[in-house]
Nanobody
Framework: DEQLVQSGGGSVQVGGSLRLSCAFS????????IGWFRQAPGKEREGVSM????????YLSDSVKGRFTISSDNAKKTVYLQMNSLKPEDTAVYHC????????WGQGTQVTVSS
């Protein structure tokens, strides 16, 4: 069965760094998109970053460009979101996802940035 397990996250002060990990397993397809969404209380869900397994294309939202980096380790079947220079507006629940024939979600992890 398809499964995504997230780790990382937590609380940090403004300007700090965190790294999120998302280990995925059970996917039969080699062509997929994997990435991260986030949702803050009272706000719409926002696509933060994604990476395409086929051509390696990377997307980063304007709100995180220059601060966040997405990377993947295909051998470990894990995708990472390195978050630097964190701001209070980055506070949200972060979900990783894999899109193949369907869309599969991780369990979510809280990131809290305090000033």
């Amino acid at each position: 069965d398809e499964q995504l397990v997230q780790s990382g996250g937590g609380s940090v002060q403004v300007g700090g760094s965190l790294r999120l990990s998302c280990a995925f397993s059970g996917f039969r397809y080699n062509d997929y998109t994997i990435g991260w969404f986030r949702q803050a209380p009272g706000k719409e869900r926002e696509g933060v970053s994604m990476i395409s397994s086929g051509d390696g294309n990377i997307y980063l939202s304007d709100s995180v460009k220059g601060r966040f980096t997405i990377s993947s380790d295909n051998a470990k079947k894990t995708v990472y979101l390195q978050m630097n220079s964190l701001k209070p507006e980055d506070t949200a629940v972060y979900h990783c996802y894999v899109k193949t024939a369907g869309v599969y979600w991780g369990q979510g992890t809280q990131v809290t940035v305090s000033s």
